[in-house]
């Protein structure tokens, strides 16, 4: 399948909500019961338009994949809300310990 060309000055954020209910369903293959579970529960938070319809964005739909895994492999929606809670602090922590290993670099850099 050919690659569509985005228009200069029309690239979408990976965490920006674009796409519908019912698109995110079904590119998710999943019912639009089971999305609004899904935040029911905590396990995601799509954007709203100024009318209030959810807007799914990439990053929600890479995190909808997720959950449908967990669930396939077995574990409850309570599990997969512990999975991804931990999976979100341990990405968090990482991002500090980078943060704070660029910090020590540039300290040893400077001159002095």
Same mark, same amino acid.
């Given at each position: 399948?050919?690659?569509?060309?985005? $228009? !200069?000055?029309?690239?979408?954020? %990976?965490?920006? =909500?674009?796409? =519908?209910? %019912?698109?995110?369903?079904?590119?998710?293959? @999943? *019912?639009?019961?089971?999305? /609004?579970?899904?935040?029911?529960? =905590?396990? +995601? &938070? $799509?954007? /709203? %338009?100024?009318?209030?319809?959810?807007?799914? %964005?990439?990053?929600?739909?890479?995190?909808?994949?997720?959950? @449908? =895994?967990?669930?396939?492999? *077995?574990?409850?929606?309570?599990?997969?809300?512990?999975?991804?809670?931990? &999976?979100?602090?341990?990405?968090?922590? /990482?991002?500090?310990?980078? /943060? +704070?290993?660029?910090?020590?670099?540039?300290?040893?850099?400077? !001159?002095?």
């Amino acid at each position: 399948m050919a690659q569509r060309e985005v $228009p !200069p000055g029309r690239e979408v954020e %990976s965490a920006q =909500g674009v796409f =519908g209910i %019912s698109v995110t369903a079904a590119l998710v293959g @999943t *019912g639009v019961q089971n999305l /609004r579970l899904y935040e029911r529960r =905590g396990l +995601l &938070e $799509p954007s /709203r %338009s100024a009318g209030g319809t959810r807007l799914y %964005s990439a990053d929600d739909i890479e995190r909808l994949h997720r959950i @449908t =895994g967990l669930l396939a492999a *077995g574990l409850n929606l309570a599990g997969v809300a512990r999975v991804l809670e931990l &999976e979100d602090d341990n990405t968090r922590l /990482r991002a500090d310990h980078q /943060r +704070l290993l660029d910090d020590r670099r540039r300290e040893d850099a400077a !001159p002095g």
